[in-house]
């Protein structure tokens, strides 16, 4: 699937939109008022809401007070982990999919870099995280002794972001969930409060914005040649789509990514394509592929050259989602752009 495929290239072109919620309201616990600067292993141990119990991904964890050392593998497990403001926290990051979204850059780059994808156990373990937070499953990949269970054994706690592991449609409770499980782990619940208050206002603005526009079909052309690589109904990306005023044409596929055909691209007529920008093959270079291809000539999508562009960055479990919904949005249907 996927979410083992990493790395992927391009920024979000609207992260200026992004909203750090670090500075959002005060934080009150046994350590008294403290403002919303990043808390950190250094700072007092916020004990309001402990212990805290969750269940993630199967895996049921209580915590007493919120871990000191974190380590985040995948870029949207750290852009979750930053947006809350908990770069203090972290004592190791690896594996971006593309560039830090701007509004984290400078919190990020205090934070060891321990590998430019996986780093190995030996790597993992001597930043001595007490807590590790995966984007991908692949973060926590058996063979390489990343395994949950091994990494407990450890004593270590761990977290996987739920679209990983997810049974049925992922939606923006979904990423509303996440948010708000990280921060309760860490105890700021009200930063994760705050954040999710502002991601239900952009997306209640975008729709606004489409309120009375008729959906555009929509295929994602994520990759392949002989076979296209697409976003089926499952994940994230099918949500994103809806919310932006478009229809997937392959939402009957139960996954959130899946290989299908040529010969049903051309059967189901998407009016618009949307391109994951990622990898070393260009969005030129797979407009190109999609306009060469002789099956494809009567596809509107392709006649019309009528073509989305998004980092697939944006359309993991993130928190890029709510501005991601408003970028594509603008994208399909140009004429709400404001």
């Given at each position: ?7 992927r ?12 919620v670090?500075?959002?309201?005060a ?13 950190g ?31 985040t ?13 908990l770069?203090?926290?972290?004592v190791?990051?690896a594996?971006l ?6 509004a ?9 870099v ?6 190995s ?5 001597a ?43 992922v ?15 860490f ?27 008729k ?14 690589f697409?976003a089926?109904?499952?994940g ?22 899946s290989?299908?055909?040529?010969e ?9 394509i ?38 697939l ?26």
């Open positions: 699937m996927r979410f083992a495929v990493p790395p290239l391009r920024a979000l072109a609207v992260a200026a939109l992004l909203i750090p670090a500075a959002c309201g934080d009150s616990g046994s350590g008294g008022s403290r403002s919303g600067a990043d808390s292993p250094g700072s007092t141990a916020h004990r309001a809401g402990f212990p805290y119990t969750v269940t993630n991904c199967g895996v049921k964890t209580t915590y007493d007070a919120p871990p000191k050392r974190a380590v593998l995948n870029q949207h497990a750290t852009e979750i982990m930053l947006a809350l403001g770069s203090r926290s972290m190791g990051t594996y999919d593309d560039h830090i979204a701007p984290y850059k400078k919190a990020y780059d205090t934070v060891p321990l590998a430019k994808e996986y780093p156990k030996e790597r993992l373990l930043a001595n995280p007490d807590f590790v937070y995966g984007g991908y499953a692949s973060a926590f990949d058996a063979k390489d002794g990343r395994a949950r269970d091994d990494l407990a054994g450890s004593g270590i706690d761990t977290r996987l972001d739920i679209e990983s592991c997810a049974k049925g449609k939606t923006l409770d979904d990423l509303y969930r996440e948010v708000t499980e990280v921060g309760r782990t105890g700021v619940q009200d930063r994760a409060a705050a954040w999710v208050k502002s991601a239900k206002a952009r997306v209640a603005a975008t729709a606004a914005r489409l309120k009375g526009v959906p555009v079909s929509v295929m994602v052309y994520d990759s392949g040649d002989k076979a296209p697409t089926g109904g499952s994230i990306g099918n949500e994103i789509i809806t919310r932006a005023g478009g229809t997937n044409v392959f939402a009957d596929l139960p996954k959130s990514f290989d299908t055909s040529w049903q691209v051309v059967a189901r007529k998407p009016q618009a949307v391109i994951y920008d990622y990898g070393g093959t260009t969005v030129a270079q797979k407009e190109k592929r999609l306009e060469d291809d002789p099956v494809l000539k009567d596809v509107p999508a392709v006649k019309n050259r009528r073509f989305a562009v998004m980092p960055s944006n359309v993991v479990l993130g928190v890029r989602v709510p501005d991601a919904i408003g970028d594509l949005a603008r994208q399909l249907h140009p004429e709400t752009a404001k």
